[in-house]
T-cell receptor
Framework: AQTVTQSQPEMSVQEAETVTLSCTYDTSESDYYLFWYKQPPSRQMILVIRQEAYKQQNATENRFSVNFQKAAKSFSLKISDSQLGDAAMYFCAYRSWNRDDKIIFGKGTRLHILP | NAGVMQNPRHLVRRRGQEARLRCSPMKGHSHVYWYRQLPEEGLKFMVYLQKENIIDESGMPKERFSAEFPKEGPSILRIQQVVRGDSAAYFC???????????FGQGTRLTVV
């Protein structure tokens, strides 16, 4: 069975600095999707970024980028120029290429932004 | 296009009562997923439904919990004879099936007193 591990329960970063959140996963599949979701205090789950495993190029969305290391089964999220609105729980997630499958979440990393 | 709508946002039930959680997926979405989130925990998969069919219920407790997604109307997660351990946030997500990601509602926070 697939698993997703986030080893950092909490992290802090100074406003305008860069922070990297770690995620590792375990799977025997070769084709899959990886996601980072953000959950602010409002509780709404917001998709931040997604990566298809077959793509070698790392995904980027504005200030958010990933470092996808397929062989190492690592999928870290880098947030550049951190803003106060980035404070939230961040969840790493996995989904099989077979889209009739559930999304599996890690336990999350709580990110604090220091003004 | 409205997002995934869940109601109620907050639900308080006494032990032994029934809880009914509703989820209206985004327009055009025929796939619905239910997740449970305990405090300071990630989201745990419960059940995956397509219209009128349960595709995967491997994460749902065998007793007291049931889910449906009828041809017409919202998806319903039903918890019978609630206990304190059922207190959690319950999230619904939907997808049209053609994309990898699912879109989430704002969740229902169930409190059992």
């Amino acid at each position: 069975a697939q698993t997703v591990t986030q080893s950092q329960p909490e992290m802090s970063v100074q406003e305008a600095e860069t922070v990297t959140l770690s995620c590792t996963y375990d799977t025997s599949e070769s084709d899959y999707y990886l996601f980072w979701y953000k959950q602010p205090p409002s509780r709404q789950m917001i998709l931040v970024i997604r990566q298809e495993a077959y793509k070698q190029q790392n995904a980027t969305e504005n200030r958010f980028s990933v470092n996808f290391q397929k062989a190492a089964k690592s999928f870290s999220l880098k947030i550049s120029d951190s803003q106060l609105g980035d404070a939230a729980m961040y969840f790493c997630a996995y989904r099989s290429w077979n889209r009739d499958d559930k999304i599996i979440f890690g336990k999350g990393t709580r990110l604090h932004i220091l003004p | 296009n409205a997002g995934v709508m869940q109601n109620p946002r907050h639900l308080v039930r006494r032990r032994g009562q029934e809880a009914r959680l509703r989820c209206s997926p985004m327009k055009g979405h025929s796939h619905v997923y239910w997740y449970r989130q305990l405090p300071e925990e990630g989201l745990k998969f419960m059940v995956y439904l397509q219209k009128e069919n349960i595709i995967d219920e491997s994460g749902m407790p065998k007793e007291r919990f049931s889910a449906e997604f009828p041809k017409e109307g919202p998806s319903i997660l039903r918890i019978q004879q609630v206990v304190r351990g059922d207190s959690a946030a319950y999230f619904c997500a939907s997808s049209p099936g053609q994309v990898a990601e699912a879109f989430f509602g704002q969740g229902t926070r169930l409190t059992v007193v």
